[in-house]
């Protein structure tokens, strides 16, 4: 068990050393540092609790489904955003093809 254990330590390792996991850590920290971008999405946020508020109100929401819109629009125009949007699949794919690949192994 404990050369298991080892062994997947080495493998989370090589995850965290590859350039595709660093490229999204500095995605994330140049987000993070990007206010105007968090604004963006705090706006986007705010809206959506308030679409579903509305929505479990019975209320109309069409007013704010095309401000939410409007913002969505605005957040896909950054090239940061969409960078680390498309990293966040790559990265997936990463694990998912891992995650496959064990589970191929034990069936």
């Known amino acids: 068990m404990e050369k298991i ?3 997947f330590d080495e493998l989370i390792q090589l995850i965290k050393d590859s350039k595709l996991y660093n490229k999204y850590q500095r995605l994330l920290i140049e987000m993070n ?3 105007e971008l968090n604004n ?3 706006e986007i946020k705010e809206l959506q609790q ?3 508020i509305k929505e479990h109100q019975l209320k109309p929401v069409k007013e704010l489904e095309i401000k939410l819109k409007k913002k969505y629009q605005q957040l896909y125009k950054s090239s940061l955003y969409k960078e680390y949007l498309k ?4 990265l997936n ?13 034990f069936n």
């Open 40 to 42: 963006l999405i705090s």
């Open 5 to 7: 254990k080892k062994k």
């Open 33 to 35: 540092k990007d206010q």
């Open 87 to 90: 990293t966040t699949k790559e």
């Open 93 to 105: 794919i990463m694990i998912q093809h891992i995650s496959n690949r064990i589970q191929i192994f």
């Open 50 to 52: 308030q679409i579903v």
